[in-house]
């Protein structure tokens, strides 16, 4: 059975702070996709990055970046000089190649970021 | 890109009413489809895969004749909320993929039901 732990229910940083989410999870399938979504107040769900389970190369977007090690099944997500605009709920999703597209989701992680 | 439209994105409703989400693929065909749930503070959780030509698959714990499920074409599914009542009140998302395992899913913008 696949499941996603994000153990940061809420995290408040200040502006221009560099902040970590966390990601763990677990499956048994070889073959499986790793996501995450940011979720602004208005609800709905802003895809950030899909990573599948053979590429382990860490990536990088502006501000946003990946940490994807097999080895301990995490998938964390970083966010560089924090800006207010940043605050949400993140989720890190699972999609296992023997469950189709279903994706289980952590549980979020709440950030605030204050000016 | 791909857009995923769900409509309406807010609806209230008596208890003992019905209520129908749609969700549709505007620029691509969608052979499934998913609806999740998402109560205030929490998680979004799988209630049904909806497949199109063919009953929906529900997860445990789902009332199936309470959560209509109708994926009539590749384009559209339905999710009516039978007999609503105030527990029913929660975020619904859906999301589809236009191919197999490897594609991406797309999300829609969801719909917050609140029943009185």
């Known amino acids: 059975a696949q499941k996603v732990t994000q153990a940061q229910t809420e995290i408040s940083v200040v502006e221009k702070e560099d902040v970590t989410l966390d990601c763990v999870y677990e499956?048994?399938?070889?073959?499986?996709?790793l996501f995450w979504y940011k979720q602004p107040p208005s609800g709905e769900l802003v895809f950030l990055i899909r990573?599948?389970?053979?590429?382990?190369q860490n990536e990088i977007s502006g501000r946003y970046s990946w940490n994807f090690q097999k080895s301990t099944s995490s998938f964390n997500f970083t966010i560089t000089a924090s800006q207010v605009v940043d605050s949400a709920v993140y989720f890190c999703?699972?999609?296992?190649?023997?469950?189709?597209?279903?994706?289980?989701f952590g549980e979020g992680t709440q950030l605030t970021v204050n000016p | 890109g791909a857009v995923v439209s769900q409509h309406p994105s807010w609806v209230i409703c008596k208890s003992g009413t019905s209520v129908k989400i749609e969700c549709r693929s505007l620029?691509?065909?969608?052979?499934?489809m998913f609806w999740y749930r998402q109560f205030p503070k929490q998680s979004l959780m799988l209630m049904a895969t909806?497949?199109?030509?063919?009953?929906?698959?529900?997860e445990q714990g789902v009332e199936k004749d309470k959560f209509l499920i109708n994926h009539a074409s590749l384009t559209l599914s339905t999710l009516t909320v039978t007999s609503a009542h105030p527990e029913d009140s929660s975020f619904y998302i859906c999301?589809?993929?236009?191919?197999?395992?490897?594609?991406?899913?797309?999300f829609g913008n969801g719909t917050r039901l609140t029943v009185t």
């Open positions: 499956t048994r399938d070889t073959t499986y996709y």
């Open positions: 999301s589809a993929r236009d191919a197999g395992f490897n594609s991406p899913l797309h």
């Open positions: 909806s497949n199109e030509g063919s009953k929906a698959t529900y």
């Open positions: 620029d691509f065909q969608a052979t499934t």
């Open positions: 990573r599948n389970s053979f590429d382990e």
């Open positions: 999703a699972l999609s296992e190649e023997t469950s189709g597209s279903r994706l289980t």
